[in-house]
């Protein structure tokens, strides 16, 4: 059925609803696990106001904590691989618009499934805090398992 299945993550407690379902799925399918998370780049107006702030290199500290952040993240994620018995790489990359690269990278990768996890938002909610599901829904031609 499933041969490539990219999974996505942001850190949060409903991602890894999604990574563990999705890796869940993938072991018991023999697929391929590739999980993602898409950091945005630090905002110029940010890391202005860091080096007000007194910090010398914004850019290189932010990095630093990025780099900190997914060491952790990767630590549990092979964890719960390891569980599940799932083969998975691990993927970071950063980019201003998260939906448009996990569309990137699901068509790079040539994955045959999608895993999301989403809060199911609606109406203003929806419009106001944007949904990178629903981005993700719209432009892309593989089929995405939405996780709630």
């Known amino acids: 059925m499933y041969k490539h299945i990219l999974i996505t993550t942001d850190g949060s407690e409903l991602a890894q609803k999604g990574v563990d379902q999705g890796l869940k799925l993938a072991a018991r399918l023999g697929a391929k696990g590739?999980?993602?998370?898409?950091?945005?780049?630090?905002?110029?107006?940010?890391?202005?106001?860091?080096?007000?702030?007194?910090?010398?290199?914004?850019?290189?500290?932010?990095?630093q904590q990025i780099d900190q952040a997914m060491k952790d993240r990767y630590e549990a994620i092979?964890?719960?691989?390891?569980?599940?018995?799932?083969?998975v790489e691990l993927l970071h990359e950063t980019d201003e618009f998260p939906a448009e690269a996990i569309v990137r990278v699901a068509k790079l990768k040539d994955c045959d499934l999608i895993v999301m996890s989403s809060h199911g938002r609606r109406g203003i909610q929806k419009m106001l805090l944007g949904s990178q599901?629903?981005?993700v829904l719209v432009n892309t031609t593989v089929p995405v398992l939405v996780i709630r």
């Open 133 to 135: 599901t629903s981005e």
């Open 78 to 87: 092979e964890q719960i691989a390891t569980r599940h018995g799932a083969t």
């Open 34 to 63: 590739t999980v993602l998370t898409v950091t945005e780049p630090l905002h110029p107006a940010a890391a202005r106001a860091a080096i007000q702030g007194g910090i010398d290199d914004p850019v290189a500290r932010y990095d």
